[in-house]
């Protein structure tokens, strides 16, 4: 899992709370990543950024929120308004080169679980 | 929709058997690239290829590109236990979405003892 942590590892919430999940690097990387993986799928892109104080929509960020005050950081609130929020919830990092040659590192994850 | 599909969706073999698994993707791409994950973890990345590059090698692993069928795979050669995981392809954004990724379904590989 490299230099990319995520915590907690497991997080349960209520319905109608707010939820906030941690992702820390110190690859110095530029571009940070948020995912979510359902049970025998792949990765669906909530959030990304490719710089401190800048962050763009991916395809499923309704729901979700992000900030990006500090380049080592870029935690994912998962608000109420997510209906379905019970999920794996990955984050990576990459250095943010062009041209397609940017490879990810990606955190241990944090399962999430809506009682 | 996922610009990278997988084929099969899970593999089942034997050690010390090769395993091929598959990508087709949708649209033109500049690189692709192959992650593994083990249950419960995070991705780890494998392998990039080029799309002027048509086949590499990285130990076990060889994978292909075929860009006129907009396709790859990926083989891995004398499978052990070890191996066992589920192995996505990611396709690199068209130039209008620099930075993005986009993960296939992925295929899970079990490699019996």
């Known amino acids: 899992d490299g230099g990319i942590t995520q915590s907690p590892k497991y997080l349960f919430r209520k319905e109608g709370q707010n939820v906030t999940l941690s992702c820390e690097q110190n690859l110095n990387h530029d571009a940070m990543y948020w995912y979510r993986q359902d049970p025998g799928q792949g990765l669906r892109l909530i959030y990304y950024s490719q710089i401190v104080n800048d962050f763009q929509k991916g395809d499923i960020a309704e729901g979700y929120s992000v900030s990006r005050e500090k380049k080592e950081s870029f935690p994912l609130t998962v608000t109420s308004a997510q209906k379905n929020p019970t999920a794996f919830y990955l984050c990576?990092?990459?250095?943010?080169?062009?041209?397609?040659?940017?490879?990810?590192?990606f955190g241990p994850g944090t399962r999430l679980t809506v009682l | 929709s996922q610009q990278g599909e997988e084929d099969p969706q899970a593999l089942s073999i034997q050690e010390g058997e090769n395993a091929t698994m598959n990508c087709s993707y949708k649209t033109s791409i500049n690189n692709l690239q192959w992650y593994r994950q083990n249950s419960g973890r995070g991705l780890v990345h494998l392998i990039l290829?080029?799309?002027?590059?048509r086949e590499k090698h990285s130990g076990r692993l060889r994978v292909t590109l075929d860009t006129s069928k907009k396709s790859s795979s990926l083989l891995i050669t004398a499978s052990r236990a070890a191996d066992t995981a589920s192995y996505f392809c990611a396709t690199d954004a068209p130039i209008t979405n620099a930075g993005k990724s986009t993960f296939g379904d992925g295929t899970t590989l079990t490699v019996k003892p």
């Open positions: 990576a990092s990459s250095q943010g080169l062009a041209g397609g040659l940017d490879t990810q590192y």
């Open positions: 290829i080029r799309s002027n590059e």
